[in-house]
């Protein structure tokens, strides 16, 4: 078993991640990851519950599901 770190904002693909701006309810997984031209991180996140939901969220704002034992 691998035990990773995810303080500072250290996401993987696949990660279950909650957006702190959005809804309670809405869960999603990570699929990709691009930076904006001011070097920003940006999460391209999918609908869990919703799979036509595909949206793009900055990494400061998600909070890691699994980490917490919320899933």
């Known amino acids: 078993m691998t035990v990773r770190d995810v303080t500072d904002h250290r996401f993987r693909e696949g990660d279950l991640v909650k957006v702190a701006s959005l809804n309670d309810k ?3 997984c990570i699929i990709g990851f691009k ?3 001011k070097g920003d ?3 391209v996140l ?4 919703n799979q036509d939901l595909i949206i793009e969220k900055p990494i400061t704002e ?3 599901l699994l980490i917490r034992g919320q899933l």
């Open 46 to 49: 999918k609908g869990l519950y």
């Open 35 to 37: 930076t904006t031209a």
């Open 41 to 43: 991180k940006i999460a």
């Open 26 to 28: 809405m869960m999603f």
């Open 62 to 64: 998600l909070t890691n």
